[in-house]
């Protein structure tokens, strides 16, 4: 039994389903995340490449490589931002999780690179913080 995930970006243009187990949930506080959202944090959802399927707008999509082997996927229509992926971690998709329109149905598991935190926000939700990355990120 896997649970269907259904998501899209702020203009509708692109649509997404994803079958399968949500990984490590995170919450990234780096200060490239920062700006790709222009928030605080990122909230992410890896998702396995194969279960994720686009159900429409894969020629809006645009990407951004924000460092060497990281390309951020965002609609070139309305910029919500959608996933990411490193070469060095393939077959892995990490979802945003704002994209979502059906419930995660969990918390986020931690908070990371909380060393680079934005100075006017303070995570206050008792989930775990990790100053980079936890050993099993
Ligand atoms: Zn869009
Ligand atoms: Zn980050």
Redesign the pocket.
């Known amino acids: 039994m896997s649970t269907v995930h259904r998501g899209s ?6 649509r997404y389903e994803y079958r399968g187990e949500i990984g490590l949930f995170t919450l990234c506080h780096c200060s490239q995340c920062r700006k790709a959202q222009g928030s605080a944090f990122v909230a992410v959802v890896p998702v396995a490449e194969d279960g994720f399927s686009l159900l429409q ?1 894969a020629d ?1 999509l645009k990407s951004y490589t924000s460092s060497p082997g990281k390309e951020r996927v965002f ?1 070139g ?2 910029g ?1 931002p959608l996933y990411s992926r490193h070469v060095g971690k393939p077959g892995v998709l990490r979802l945003r999780a704002g994209t979502l329109d059906t419930p995660v149905g969990r918390r986020p598991d931690a908070h990371i690179f909380v060393a680079s935190k934005a100075d006017w926000y303070e995570p206050s939700d008792g989930v775990a913080q990790f100053a980079e990355r936890p050993e099993t990120h």
Do not use: K
């Not at 970006?9 to 692109?14: D, S, W």
């Open positions: 970006c702020l203009c509708g243009g692109v707008g809006l609609c229509v309305c919500s």
